[in-house]
């Protein structure tokens, strides 16, 4: 007898081995009809799975959750069909779902081209018509490494040598063609639905090593239904509308070049957005009680190895070695410059919790095919804290942080933001039991603050559990920026004390913690949040003023003068052109505000005022134009 349980807690009672599939069968018609797998005591099965024993099972459709990921990793299957149905001698290698879609990658000597693209796509929605059963089989490793060679598939041979001899070797087959694969995968092809569209296709290393074959890999997206394809496609559209690229350039905020890989030439107007989002956090800061230092960027190998971050993190890290032999480090981190600074004098419990900030540049080595305009680079500059604190403090302290991050990104119109957790990773510093005391300490603190929170297994930092902080944009894209770390092992291995009130030597809990994250990355957010109309407080240039005749240049720079006296960043276009050329070119460099000026304004005292995007104007008093841009320029009440 198999006793099954369901999630609305009813049972129900088999007399032998049973699957999903009959499961969902005998509760109901429609439940079987849109079934797609189900979870068997938690974990995402076949609808074929057998059952053999006393289990909970939750049947899976497509308005589950779970359902979006297995419908892309069936989606990159078709495709491969397709492709070796259509191009035979093509080898086909590893094909995973990923965040909106999925790609396969392939071994083909002869590029893939666009039409390929539509060939493959059109061949893929021939299989879903065909509905193809969808079935797992359990082969002999040895049995499959021949077949593959055989059909001289060596990248899948390879594949399967490298699984671990205790572990089943699965293979999943539709109609004719099959392919080696964990699983799960929905009943039949049918069901996959034709709501998936192939993007593009790019150059992949085998197994990501720059020393293997150079594989083609094809990107595709995949969505429940039409319309859910259809709102991805234009979210596609709008956010190539704001690509901080090429806005940047519109904007002449910044550029790259070939000699300086990851790292970015600011111009004058980038630069003053720039330092902009450094004062804002500067005010934040000061209000909250930080105290603001600089330490070296380059430091003694000696000190990285103390830290745990030559063991951990040397892959990513920039040395130099000098004459007398000392290799140095140029920082990828800003903690261990912190803790330094902490230690110089004795603290007592009564100095803490000690706020040190820090806005540390930091060079961290990418991969070259991961730098991506300003949000993947090399040299970056964080707006990072550490807290030192008693154990007692330490869930205040992460309180305040998370109240401040929170209320930080408000400020910048981000109002939908969500905290992930994030518990140990597998390389890192500590034993468990200091692991598993921080671990209980940072989930305890955010729910006892009342914070919703998803889990993000496996990704905090080598020194402690994370909090990340993902805020989504107007688009509905989702970023990750702040981040709180609760950190005992680096204090610890780098000799950081206080006085406790018992007069004992304590090492404090140190909290890791930055608001925007990367303030490179941020600014690249804001760019393509805002789509470069930022408002006017933080506009690198907020307003121009613009002449329609050389009559009025005289009246012009007195408009310029009062708008730079009254502390408004503003600039003059007195040149030989039309008006209209003039708030083209303006509108297109994203200048929130143009004061437009000709005789008729320069007799009376008054200036036109159009808004970036508005098509009508505004005549106003010059000083009452300028009280209204002053107001408006002053930024959050919370750094007024």
């Given amino acids: 007898m198999v006793a099954i349980s369901l999630p609305d807690g009813s049972r129900m009672d088999f007399e032998g081995a049973v699957t999903a599939a009959e499961v969902a069968r005998r509760i109901g018609a429609g439940l079987a009809k849109a079934a797609l797998a189900a979870r068997i005591d938690g974990k995402l099965r076949d609808l074929s799975a057998p059952v053999e024993k006393d289990a909970q099972i939750a049947i899976v459709t497509a308005r ?4 979006l990921e297995l419908l892309r990793h069936d989606a990159a299957h078709v495709m491969a069909q397709a492709v070796q149905e259509l191009y035979p001698g093509t080898q086909v290698t590893i094909g995973p779902a990923i965040e909106n879609g999925f790609y396969y990658d392939f071994a083909r000597e002869q590029p893939f081209t666009p039409e390929d693209l539509e060939k493959i796509e059109a061949r893929m929605r021939d299989i879903v018509d065909r509905d193809l059963p969808i079935t797992c089989e359990v082969w002999n490793r040895d049995e499959l490494v021949k077949v ?79 319309k859910q394809l259809d709102d991805y496609l234009k979210m596609l559209e709008e956010a190539e509308k704001r690509d901080h690229r090429r806005l940047g350039k519109e904007m002449d905020l910044f550029h790259f070049q070939e000699e300086a890989p990851g790292a970015i030439f600011w111009h004058d107007k980038g630069w003053r957005l720039f330092q902009k989002l450094i004062s804002y956090m500067r005010t934040r800061q000061d209000r909250a009680g930080y105290q603001e230092i600089s330490t070296p960027e380059i430091i003694d190998r000696s000190l990285w190895e103390a830290s745990g971050h030559w063991d951990t993190f040397r892959e990513h890290m920039y040395t130099s ?68 604190c008693t154990p007692e403090q330490m869930e205040e302290e992460c309180g305040k942080v998370v109240r401040l991050i929170l209320d930080i990104y408000k400020d910048f119109g981000f109002e939908d933001v969500r905290i992930k957790f994030s518990d140990r990773p597998e390389k890192r510093i500590g034993s468990d039991e200091v692991w598993d005391k921080l671990e209980a300490a940072l989930k305890g603190a955010l729910e006892h603050l009342g914070y919703a929170y998803t889990l993000n297994p496996g990704e905090g930092a080598f020194y402690g559990p994370k909090l990340e902080f993902v805020l989504r944009d107007a688009i509905g894209r989702d970023w990750q920026c702040g981040t709180l770390q609760v950190d005992m092992n680096m204090p610890a291995r780098l000799g950081a004390t206080y006085v406790a009130e018992d007069g004992e030597k304590k090492q404090p809990i140190m909290l890791h913690r930055a608001l925007f994250g990367s303030l490179e990355r941020f600014t690249g957010i804001l760019i393509e949040h805002y789509a470069g109309k930022f408002p006017l407080w933080l506009a690198p240039v907020q307003a121009v003023v613009a002449t329609i005749t050389n009559e009025a240049d005289g009246y012009a720079r007195k408009v310029l003068e009062a708008l730079q006296a009254a502390g408004l960043k503003a600039e003059l276009d007195i040149r030989n052109e039309k008006i209209n050329y003039k708030v083209r070119e303006h509108s297109v460099a994203k200048v929130p505000v143009m004061l437009v000026v000709g005789a008729r304004e320069a007799e009376k005292g008054t200036v036109a005022m159009r808004r970036l995007g508005g098509n009508s104007q505004e005549i106003l008093e010059l000083e009452q134009a300028i009280a209204i841009l002053k107001e408006e320029a002053a930024g959050p009440a919370s750094v007024r």
């Fill in 64 to 67: 589950d959750e779970a359902a």
């Fill in 148 to 226: 593959f060679l055989d059909k001289g598939e060596t990248y899948k041979a390879e594949i399967i040598r490298d699984i671990p001899p205790e572990e089943a070797v699965t293979v999943y087959r539709q109609g004719d063609w099959f392919d080696m694969c964990r699983g799960p995968h929905l009943p039949s092809t049918g069901r996959l639905g034709k709501a998936f569209k192939l993007m593009k296709v790019a150059g992949a290393y085998w197994r990501g090593d720059s020393k293997n074959a150079m594989l083609q890999r094809i990107y595709g997206t995949a969505w429940a239904d039409k």
């Fill in 321 to 388: 070695t000098t004459e007398d032999e000392r290799v140095y480090v140029v920082k990828p981190m800003n903690c261990p410059g912190g803790i330094q600074v902490f230690k110089q004098g004795i603290k007592s419990y009564r100095d803490l919790p000690l706020k040190i900030a820090e806005f540390g540049k930091v060079h961290r080595y990418e991969a070259s095919g991961a730098l991506h305009g300003v949000m993947r680079v090399r040299a970056f500059t964080q707006d990072d804290a550490h807290i030192f």
